[in-house]
Structures are given as structure tokens and as C-alpha cells.
């Protein structure tokens, strides 16, 4: 079965850092485009950044110049670097292939900014 675990979330202070991990398992994870998305509690989930097969990416406006999307085919690993955090960061943050997949949510990580 597909496996999507999610790692690395915690809380930061403002204008702190933090690495989001993704292991994949269960599917073809070097042909698949994937993303990180994100859900604060009552609200809906929403795409942060996406990243092709052969690493071509897009950030939603909200992270870009602070977030970077990075994958390893080799580790079935998805990777979310943040820098610059800011509290409306705070989320459970998930991966999932790019369009999703219903069956493919994990747990997800949550990061706690605080201000």
C-alpha cells in the first residue's frame, strides 16, 4: 500500500527554520510530480509547492523566496525547506502527489510559528 510519512514539523519562533520530510513508499515515486500542502484547523488544504519528476518547481505566492521544494529519487524522499517562518505558517503540513491522490493523505507534520 502507498505510504506517505511525513516528518521534521515543531515549533519555532518567528524568522526560524525548519526541514519537512516526506518518505514515499508504495508507488512509483520517480515518475510521480510531487507537492506539499497544508491545513490549519477548519480550513480547507491548500497547495503550497510542487515539484516534477526531474525537479522543476512552483511555490504558491504566499511561501515563495522563503520555501524550497526538493526531492531525492534515489531516498523516495520529499523535502520541504522553510526559512523565514512567519506565524501564518502555522499548519499540519502533508505531501501527497501532484494533482493528489484521496487514498495517499498521511498523518502530515505540524509547525507551530510563534510570533
Known amino acids: 500500500q502507498v505510504q506517505l510519512v511525513e516528518s521534521g514539523g515543531g515549533l519555532v519562533q518567528a524568522g526560524g527554520s525548519l526541514r519537512l520530510s516526506c518518505a514515499a513508499s508504495?508507488?512509483?515515486?520517480?515518475?510521480?510530480?510531487m507537492a506539499w500542502y497544508r491545513q490549519t484547523p477548519g480550513k480547507q488544504r491548500d497547495l503550497v509547492a510542487t515539484?516534477?519528476?526531474?525537479?522543476?518547481?512552483i511555490y504558491t505566492n504566499s511561501v515563495k523566496g522563503r520555501f524550497t521544494i526538493s526531492r531525492s529519487n534515489d531516498k523516495n524522499t520529499v523535502y520541504l525547506q522553510m526559512n523565514s517562518l512567519k506565524p501564518e505558517d502555522t499548519a499540519v503540513y502533508y505531501c501527497?502527489?501532484?494533482?493528489?491522490?484521496?487514498?495517499?493523505w498521511g498523518q502530515g507534520t505540524q509547525v507551530t510559528v510563534s510570533s
Open positions: 501527497n502527489t501532484w494533482p493528489n491522490s484521496d487514498d495517499y
Open positions: 508504495g508507488f512509483s515515486f520517480r515518475i510521480k510530480a
Open positions: 515539484i516534477t519528476s526531474i525537479g522543476a518547481t
